[in-house]
């Protein structure tokens, strides 16, 4: 199994754009998304509307694989399946029982699968075949989970939109090289990739889920 992770420095960086962009691009892969339910009250103040304050019932984990739940309007997993990710697991946790039930979430998927995992989570507990951070055109704060796998990281991604100004991005770049990114930094809108951008990224995840020659999959 070939993993590719999608992290992020906060909520709303553009993951699941970012993802749904590289399953449209390959077309074999499938998608994980990982969400770590809120332990306390809800930071985006929504309450039982969030799906990190679903109730869990007397469970710390929950595994979705039911296609209605996935196939939801507005929900990220829907736009995986749109994309055409081949297979699509949802995992709502909580932080201390994640290393199994991601364990036991992808032991859903074939031995042989590209998997891509969206969430922070991931990292914390695992190493991938390829790390990639999601950073917002602004980037104004980074939550403690993200800060906590920025060393996995191998590529970060700022995710640019058209109208925003190159002296904002070059502001976040110059932002993360201060904190200490050593791995590559690319600047992509994933809606009209520019062809330089666009070919890193894709060079980079045809690195980590093809196998060297005379290796098979």
Not at 41 to 46: A, F, G, L, V, Y
Not at 159 to 184: F, Q
Not at 187 to 207: C, G, K, S, Y
Request: glycine share 6%.
């Amino acid at each position: 199994m070939k993993i590719i992770s999608v992290a992020g420095t906060s909520s709303e960086t553009g993951k699941t754009t970012i993802g749904t962009f590289i399953i449209r691009t390959f077309k074999n892969i499938c998608a994980l998304k990982i969400t770590v339910r809120h332990e306390g009250s809800c930071p985006r103040h929504k309450g039982n509307s969030c799906d990190g304050c679903l109730p869990s019932g007397n469970s710390l984990y929950r595994i979705i694989t039911d296609p209605v739940i996935l196939a939801q309007s507005g929900k990220d997993t829907a736009r995986y399946l749109k994309a055409g990710a081949l297979k699509v697991v949802w995992l709502q946790t909580h932080s201390q029982c994640a290393k199994e039930s991601i364990r036991k979430s992808l032991n859903l998927f074939d031995d042989a699968a590209n998997v891509l995992i969206e969430g922070n989570r991931f990292l914390a507990v695992s190493d991938a075949d390829l790390a990639i951070m999601v950073v917002p055109h602004d980037l104004k704060k980074i939550k403690r989970s993200a800060t906590e796998v920025l060393e996995k990281i191998d590529l970060f991604i700022i995710n640019k939109r058209p109208d925003i100004s190159e002296k904002i991005i070059a502001s976040t770049k110059t932002r993360l090289i201060s904190m200490g990114c050593k791995s590559p930094i690319i600047i992509i809108d994933p809606h009209n990739p520019e062809p330089i951008a666009r070919d890193t990224l894709l060079d980079m995840i045809r690195e980590a889920i093809n196998p060297p020659v005379g290796m098979a999959l």
